[in-house]
C-alpha cells in the first residue's frame, strides 16, 4: 500500500553534512508514523530517528547532530545530517505504518531500498 524511496545520500567528509529524503507514494495515510534506520556491514539495523505526529525522537548516537522533519503532506521525510562522524557510514532506509513511535524494526511493515552514506576521516 505504502512505497518509499530514500535519497540524498553521498560520500562526505567527516563535519558534513547531507540531507536524505524518503518520498512516498501509494496510500501514504498508512505512513503516519515514519523513521529513519541504518545499517554498516556487519551490524544489525539501528533505528536513528523517528517521527509521530509532531513527536520526534533520536538515537543518543545522533541526538544534536541530526534532525527529522517531514512535509505538510506527510508524504515525504527527510533526514539533515550534520556533524557527520565516519561511524554514521551505513546504508540508511525509511520506514513507515508502525502503529506507534518506536525503534523495534519489526514494527515497520514498509520499507524503502535504502541510500549509502559514507563519511571520510
Known amino acids: 500500500q505504502v512505497q518509499l524511496v530514500e535519497s540524498g545520500g553521498g560520500s562526505v567528509q567527516a563535519g558534513g553534512s547531507l540531507r536524505l529524503s524518503c518520498a512516498a507514494s501509494?496510500?501514504?495515510?498508512?505512513?503516519?508514523?515514519m523513521a529513519w534506520f541504518r545499517q554498516a556491514p556487519g551490524k544489525e539495523r539501528e533505528g536513528v530517528a523517528v517521527?509521530?505526529?509532531?513527536?520526534?525522537a533520536y538515537a543518543d548516537s545522533v541526538k544534536g547532530r541530526f534532525t527529522i522533519s517531514q512535509d505538510n503532506a506527510k508524504n515525504t521525510m527527510f533526514l539533515q545530517m550534520s556533524s557527520l562522524k565516519p561511524e554514521d557510514t551505513a546504508m540508511y532506509y525509511c520506514a513507515a505504518g508502525a502503529p506507534y513511535l518506536a525503534f523495534d524494526r519489526r514494527l515497520y511493515p514498509y520499507w524503502g531500498q535504502g541510500t549509502q552514506v559514507t563519511v571520510s576521516s
Open positions: 501509494g496510500n501514504t495515510y498508512l505512513w503516519s508514523r
Open positions: 517521527i509521530s505526529d509532531g513527536n520526534v
